[in-house]
């Protein structure tokens, strides 16, 4: 379907959005589309360079008449979320992305679609090779690892930008003005447990909880929707407090900005209590089902007899990572009290793998407060401190202060009314945004943040609007037209 992906309007920026989504990139693992921008711009001829880190910055002349116009930086980031449905066989390390047309959407088949933050990188690339698009002086700066680690801004140096004013193309709803974003902060907690050798006499079964909707930990916290981390640690809790039940694995979840759709877990039990586990899934199952009607609703638990495999967790352990699980925070933690329906702090937790006596749990703890931020995460180490886990904090960063004054702010605004007929709503997003960390370096460019429909961003449900990109597209044009002079 990648043809009629190209046919679309407009065809020079779906068409980069096609060729992008050929190149494998993962973040952390950006070699080749670095190459592949490194080369885009070197084919035009204009001054292209990739510093230290990987981040590929490319600057072009204004147009003429244009040159008197305050510089401008467009910013998006070259890696995206590899995501696929379990039964999609995918090679994200070697293959395109499968995309597929439906309606007035284009999403892919099984996976992540790449257009977060694909289209805005599309966006500069057309802008970059056009040769009848009135711009000023213009640079184009694409990050790497901004999914996992914001690690291309906080990497970036200062001096190597002259831009005044940054248009961020990161955004998710085409109404929107994004002016501030949350910080965030990596939490992981990690150790050892005893194994024992599996009892005899007990049969084993496999538990799986899949179907939930996913979706990006940020955007998506304030939705309801179910973490199937916190589902499958809920079951196992009630199956354990109710009968003598080994737990043999568990493994659930996986990146850190997805909410976790599926979650699966291995356990042990006599024959005799087969019928109470089974009454118990059916019974805290179909709650689960029932809870989730609204925002899950091909919620699914599955209990289905499998070999009995490898060990099991020493009995006083199992209590142990249950309970800690348990009183782990998830979710909304604190809304903003001074932004009307603004979530101020919350946690994903993403990942917890407990398998061949090492265990493993991933959290991402958001905030548009550095301080509460950093308590909600020793709340979370607290939970799993009191077990014996290690405890570390990476990849934070820091949240994007509001300035709803700022010039960008009120030229966009008002040119969204005029070209539109309605009133764009400027607001500050939960989710990581780059400008909060490239404005240490730059601390007095300008920046907003802006971009088309994208729906489902982290999971194989991602869907970008393609009605939406043509209006994005006609107000980013119009936007540079109306870039004031340097005066």
Known sequence: ?????????????????????????????????????????????????????GNVIIKKPATAGMEDKKIIVLQSHLDMVHQKNNDTNFDFDTEGIKMIIDGDWIKADGTTLGADNGIGVASIMTLLASTDIEHPQMEALFTIDEETGMTGALELKGGLLDAAIMLNLDTEDDDELTIGCAG?????????????????????FKITIKGLSGGH???DIH????????????????????????????????????????????????????????????????????????????????????????????????????????????????????????????????????????????????????????????????????????????????????????GIVHLMKGLYSEMFNEEAHVYACHAGLECGILWTNYPEMEMISFGPNIRGAHSPDERVQISSVQKYWSFLLETLKRIPSKK
């Open 1 to 53: 379907m990648s043809n009629a992906v190209r046919n679309q309007e407009p065809k020079a920026l779906w068409n980069n959005f096609a060729d992008l989504n050929e190149v494998p990139r993962a973040s952390k693992k950006e070699e080749q589309v670095i190459a592949f921008i490194k080369q885009f711009g070197e084919s035009l001829n204009l001054e292209t360079m990739v510093d230290h880190i």
């Open 184 to 204: 965030g902060v990596d939490v992981t907690a990690t150790g050892e447990y005893t194994q024992e050798e599996t009892p005899s006499g007990l049969q084993s």
């Open 217 to 219: 930990s940020g955007m």
């Open 223 to 406: 939705k309801g929707l179910g973490n199937a981390n916190k589902l499958m640690n809920r079951l196992l809790t009630e199956i354990d407090k109710s009968m003598d039940v080994r737990i043999h694995w568990i493994d659930g979840g996986g990146l850190r900005n997805a909410i976790p759709r599926e979650s699966v877990a291995v356990v042990g039990i006599t024959s005799d209590g087969i019928p109470s586990l089974e009454n118990i899934v059916s019974s805290v199952g179909g709650n689960l089902v029932d809870e989730h009607t609204t925002t899950d609703e091909n919620l699914e638990v599955v209990l289905e007899p499998v070999d009995i495999i490898g060990k099991v967790l020493d009995s006083t352990f199992q209590k142990q990572i249950l309970r800690s699980v348990y009183a782990c925070p998830s979710g909304i933690y604190r809304m903003s009290p001074d932004v009307d329906d603004l979530v101020q702090t919350s946690n994903n937790l993403a990942k917890v793998l407990v398998k061949d006596g090492k265990y493993e749990v991933l959290c991402l703890t958001r905030s548009s407060v550095d301080t509460e931020k950093m308590d909600l995460a020793q709340a979370i180490s607290s939970a799993f401190e009191l077990i014996g886990a290690s405890v570390s904090y990476g990849g934070d960063y820091p949240g994007w202060t509001p300035k709803p004054n700022a």
